[in-house]
C-alpha cells in the first residue's frame, strides 16, 4: 500500500470536535487504500501557554528544560487523536518524535533534523496500523527531547514523508492553501494553484506564516511535493513543487509582512579588513541569523554597518554587540524594533525590470519611508515603519493586481 503523511496544524485539532473531524479524514484515507501517518500540531494556542508559563518562572528558562516543557503539547494531541481513531474501531498507534525516529543536532529550541529512522513506523505500518507521530520535536544524541522551531512540525511532516518515500505530503491548515497574501489582512488575496519550491521558500522566510521555511527547504531537497490544504473542508489546496513554467510567468507571485525584526546600526566602524567579520562571526556563532546588511561610507576612516535580526534575538545581540563596541571602538549603537518588512516574491522578476522600481513607487504614494532595502533573484524587500505596514502589504497587493487570476 503506499503511504500518505498528512499533518494537521494546531487549529486542526484544537478541541473535541475537531479531534473527531480529524480521526475521520485519517481513517477515510486508510479506506481509500493508503497507509496513513499522521503528524499532528499542539492544540490551538497549547504552545504559546507554555511558553508563557515557562517565563512566568523565568525571562530566560534553560532551553533544553523549555524543550522538555513545549513538546508535552503535541504529546497531548497525539494521544487523543490515537483514542479517537481507537474509538472508531480502527488500529491505530501513536509515537513521540523519537520513537518517529527523528534525530536531531542538540541546538534546543530550533534543533535541525539530522536523519530520520523511520523503522518503527514502517513496522508499525506492516501490522495494519495508522501512525500518529508528534510534530515539532525530535530526539539528539544524548537522548534528550529537541524541538524543531515555532511551526516545526511542518518539517517533521515533509522529513518523514521523504524518508517513508510517501505517495503524498498533505498539510492540512485553517485556510486552504496558499494566498497571494495572508487573507486574514488582505480580503481579496487569491488562492494559488500551484507555486514553487524557491517561492514558497522565499514568502516562507520573509514571513508567510503558512509553511515553517526549512519544510520547504527539505521539500526541494527531496524532491517532496506538499499539498497545503484546509482541514475545515474538502476543497483542494496549493501544490508546492518543483519549478514551474507557468509560474516563471507570474512576475510576482506574493506579498508578505515581516514583525519579527528589529534593526542594529553601529555608528562608526572602524574601517579596516576583519572588522565585519569579527561582528557577524560573533553573532553567527551564538546562532543569531542576521538579514539584510548595510554598510556606508564615509569621510574618513570609518564606515557605518547596519543589520536586521529577529526580536528573539535582541537580548543576546544587545549583549554581543555591547562587548565587540568597546573592543573594537564603535561609536554608537542604535537599535529599532518598530520596525517591520514588507516583501514581494516572484520568480518573473528576474526578466521584468522595473518590479522593484513599481513597489517603491507604491509605498512612496501612500507616505511610507524605505529604511533599508534588500533584493535577490526573485524577492525585493523594504524596511518600513511597523505601523504602516498593512496598509504596505494591501497598496502593493492591489499594485500589481496579484487578487485577478492571470490569463496567459
Ligand atoms: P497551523 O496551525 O495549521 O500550522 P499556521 O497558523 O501556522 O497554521 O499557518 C496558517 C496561517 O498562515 C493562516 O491562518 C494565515 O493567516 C497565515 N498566512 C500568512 N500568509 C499566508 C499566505 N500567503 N497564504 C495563506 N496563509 C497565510
Ligand atoms: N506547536 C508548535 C508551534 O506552535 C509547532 C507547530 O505548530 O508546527 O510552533
Ligand atoms: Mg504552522
Given at each position: 500500500?503506499?503511504?500518505?503523511?498528512?499533518?494537521?496544524?494546531g487549529s486542526?485539532?484544537?478541541?473535541?470536535?475537531?479531534?473527531?473531524?480529524?480521526?475521520?479524514?485519517?481513517?477515510?484515507?486508510?479506506?481509500s487504500?493508503?497507509n496513513?501517518?499522521?503528524?499532528?500540531?499542539?492544540?490551538?494556542d497549547?504552545?504559546?501557554?507554555?511558553?508563557?508559563?515557562?517565563?512566568?518562572?523565568?525571562?530566560?528558562?534553560?532551553?533544553?528544560?523549555?524543550?522538555?516543557?513545549?513538546?508535552?503539547?503535541?504529546?497531548?494531541?497525539?494521544?487523543?487523536?490515537?483514542?479517537?481513531?481507537?474509538?472508531?474501531?480502527?488500529?491505530?498507534?501513536s509515537?513521540?518524535?523519537?520513537?518517529g525516529?527523528?534525530?536531531?543536532?542538540s541546538?534546543?529550541?530550533?534543533a535541525?533534523?539530522?536523519?530520520?529512522d523511520?523503522?518503527?513506523?514502517?513496522?508499525e505500518?506492516?501490522?495494519?496500523?495508522?501512525?500518529?507521530?508528534?510534530?515539532?520535536?525530535?530526539?539528539n544524541?544524548?537522548?534528550?527531547?529537541?524541538t524543531?522551531?515555532?511551526?516545526?512540525?511542518?518539517t517533521?511532516?515533509?522529513a518523514?514523508?521523504?524518508?517513508?518515500?510517501?505517495?503524498?505530503c498533505?498539510?492540512?491548515?485553517?485556510?486552504?492553501?496558499?494566498?497571494?497574501?495572508?487573507?486574514?489582512?488582505?480580503?481579496?488575496?487569491?488562492?494559488?494553484?500551484?507555486?514553487?519550491h524557491?517561492?514558497m521558500l522565499?514568502?516562507?522566510?520573509?514571513?508567510?506564516?503558512?509553511?515553517?521555511?526549512?519544510?520547504?527547504?527539505?521539500?526541494?531537497?527531496?524532491?517532496?511535493t506538499?499539498?497545503?490544504?484546509s482541514?475545515?473542508?474538502?476543497?483542494l489546496?496549493?501544490?508546492?513543487?518543483?519549478?514551474?513554467q507557468?509560474?516563471k510567468?507570474?512576475?510576482?507571485?506574493?506579498?508578505?509582512?515581516?514583525?519579527?525584526?528589529?534593526?542594529?546600526?553601529?555608528v562608526?566602524v572602524?574601517?579596516?579588513?576583519?572588522?565585519?567579520?569579527?561582528?557577524?562571526s560573533?553573532?553567527?556563532?551564538?546562532?543569531?541569523?542576521?538579514?539584510?546588511?548595510?554598510?556606508?561610507?564615509?569621510?574618513?576612516p570609518?564606515?557605518?554597518?547596519?543589520f536586521?535580526?529577529?526580536?528573539?534575538?535582541?537580548?543576546?545581540?544587545?549583549?554581543?554587540?555591547?562587548?565587540?563596541?568597546?573592543?573594537?571602538?564603535?561609536?554608537?549603537?542604535?537599535?529599532?524594533?518598530?520596525?517591520?518588512?514588507?516583501?514581494?516574491v516572484?520568480?518573473?522578476?528576474?526578466s521584468?525590470?522595473?518590479?522593484a522600481?513599481a513597489?517603491?513607487g507604491?509605498?512612496?504614494e501612500?507616505?511610507?519611508?524605505?529604511?533599508?532595502?534588500?533584493?535577490?533573484e526573485?524577492?525585493?524587500s523594504?524596511?518600513?515603519?511597523?505601523c504602516k505596514?498593512?496598509?504596505?502589504?494591501?497598496?502593493?497587493?492591489?499594485?500589481?493586481?496579484?487578487?485577478?487570476?492571470?490569463h496567459?
Open positions: 500500500m503506499p503511504i500518505l503523511v498528512q499533518k494537521y496544524g486542526s485539532v484544537a478541541d473535541v470536535v475537531r479531534l473527531k473531524a480529524v480521526a475521520q479524514r485519517i481513517i477515510q484515507a486508510k479506506r487504500g493508503y496513513v501517518v499522521a503528524v499532528v500540531s499542539a492544540q490551538g497549547t504552545t504559546d501557554e507554555l511558553i508563557t508559563k515557562a517565563k512566568e518562572i523565568s525571562q530566560s528558562p534553560p532551553k533544553r528544560e523549555l524543550d522538555m516543557l513545549l513538546s508535552t503539547g503535541e504529546q497531548i494531541s497525539i494521544a487523543l487523536l490515537a483514542m479517537a481513531i481507537a474509538e472508531e474501531g480502527h488500529a491505530v498507534i509515537l513521540t518524535g523519537a520513537q525516529g527523528i534525530c536531531t543536532d541546538l534546543y529550541t530550533r535541525k533534523i539530522l536523519r530520520v523511520p523503522a518503527r513506523v514502517k513496522k505500518l506492516s501490522e495494519g496500523r495508522i501512525v500518529i507521530v508528534a510534530g515539532f520535536q525530535g530526539i544524541d544524548m537522548g534528550d527531547i529537541t524543531l522551531g515555532r511551526g516545526g512540525s511542518d517533521t511532516a515533509v518523514l514523508a521523504a524518508a517513508l518515500e510517501a505517495r503524498a498533505e498539510i492540512y491548515t485553517d485556510v486552504d492553501g496558499v494566498y497571494t497574501a495572508d487573507p486574514r489582512l488582505v480580503p481579496t488575496a487569491r488562492k494559488l494553484d500551484e507555486i514553487s524557491g517561492e522565499e514568502l516562507a522566510s520573509l514571513g508567510a506564516a503558512i509553511l515553517q521555511p526549512r519544510a520547504v527547504e527539505l521539500a526541494a531537497a527531496w524532491g517532496v506538499i499539498h497545503v490544504r482541514s475545515f473542508g474538502e476543497a489546496g496549493t501544490l508546492v513543487k518543483g519549478d514551474d507557468m509560474e510567468q507570474r512576475v510576482v507571485s506574493g506579498v508578505t509582512r515581516d514583525l519579527n525584526v528589529v534593526k542594529v546600526m553601529l562608526d572602524p574601517d579596516r579588513p576583519g572588522v565585519a567579520h569579527e561582528i557577524f560573533a553573532l553567527a556563532a551564538e546562532g543569531i541569523n542576521v538579514d539584510m546588511i548595510v554598510q556606508t561610507t564615509k569621510q574618513g570609518v564606515t557605518d554597518l547596519l536586521t535580526i529577529c526580536q528573539d534575538d535582541y537580548a543576546l545581540t544587545r549583549q554581543l554587540i555591547g562587548e565587540l563596541r568597546e573592543k573594537l571602538g564603535i561609536t554608537n549603537v542604535l537599535y529599532n524594533d518598530r520596525l517591520a518588512k514588507v516583501s514581494i516572484g520568480a518573473g522578476m528576474m521584468n525590470p522595473g518590479v522600481a513597489m517603491f507604491t509605498l512612496a501612500h507616505g511610507i519611508n524605505i529604511e533599508v532595502i534588500s533584493t535577490s526573485i524577492k525585493v523594504c524596511l518600513i515603519e511597523a505596514v498593512e496598509t504596505a502589504v494591501k497598496a502593493i497587493h492591489d499594485r500589481f493586481r496579484l487578487g485577478e487570476e492571470l496567459v
